[in-house]
């Protein structure tokens, strides 16, 4: 198991979603790495976490911190990277 921290902006709306009777909140964050010859880098993690309540404010746009369990995996020739949040945190403006 991988515990990561990260920072980035919310891609997509939250959505709440169900398993096996378990409700959670799943979202994607854009991550930027600036590379040595000045490029950017997007990567985008998957992120579930299980406090629904906080789908209300995980809005497109919206710069989170996250801290969790991370997961590496390949879809269609492409790198995934998938987070199950243990603790979130808002960062940015305070909405009105």
């Known amino acids: 198991m991988i515990v ?3 920072s980035g902006h919310v891609g997509r709306d939250a959505e709440i979603r169900e398993y096996n009777g378990i409700r959670f909140v799943s979202f994607s964050v854009a991550t930027n790495d600036m590379l040595k010859n000045g490029t950017v880098r997007t990567q985008w993690v998957n992120v579930t976490f299980s406090n629904v309540r906080m789908a209300e404010h995980l809005k497109k746009g919206k710069q989170v911190m996250v801290i969790g369990r991370l997961s590496f995996s390949t879809y269609n020739n492409e790198p995934r ?15 009105a």
């Open 4 to 6: 990561g921290t990260f």
């Open 81 to 95: 990277v998938d987070c199950v949040a243990t603790y979130l945190e808002l960062m940015g403006k305070k909405e």
